[in-house]
């Protein structure tokens, strides 16, 4: 028999959820990011005024603290999801995540162009780690 365990993962270091939903879900072992987006977290703003290398910088230092809060790092990302306004700014968000993802392997990943992003973002990234039996 199969035993499932879930736990929400929350912390301040990164900005609170614009909905009903949790920062990230450790469950079996596995760690679902819910996306995240260039909010400041302690102001809740969204940062950059529209530069995507200063909201994708933002965006991975969100998402590199909800990992911290599981006990979990980039190394331990086996996908992501990157979603843009504007596929034009593939290459910059590209040379910015590369810098994120230095250590072990780099993570699969999908790049996608979407109509809109909440609160006007031009930038959202979602990952899943393995953290093993590990439970942050």
Not at 66 to 86: F, K, M, W
Not at 96 to 107: L, N, W
């Amino acid at each position: 028999m199969n035993s499932f365990t879930s736990k929400a993962i929350y912390t301040n270091s990164a900005p609170a959820p614009v909905g009903p939903y949790s920062q990230a879900v450790l469950a079996n072992g596995w760690l679902y990011c819910s996306g995240q987006i260039p909010l400041d977290h302690s102001s809740g703003l969204l940062v950059g005024e529209g530069d995507i290398k200063a909201e994708t910088h933002q965006v991975l230092s969100n998402l590199k603290a909800v990992l911290r809060a599981a006990g979990s790092t980039p190394s331990q990302v086996v996908r992501t999801t990157i979603y843009l306004i504007d596929l034009n700014d593939f290459e910059a968000v590209n040379a910015i995540y590369a810098e994120a993802f230095t250590e072990g392997t780099s993570p699969a990943r999908a790049c996608v162009q979407v109509a809109a992003l909440p609160k006007g973002a031009r930038i959202e990234i979602d990952c899943i780690a393995y953290l093993g039996t590990k439970e942050g």
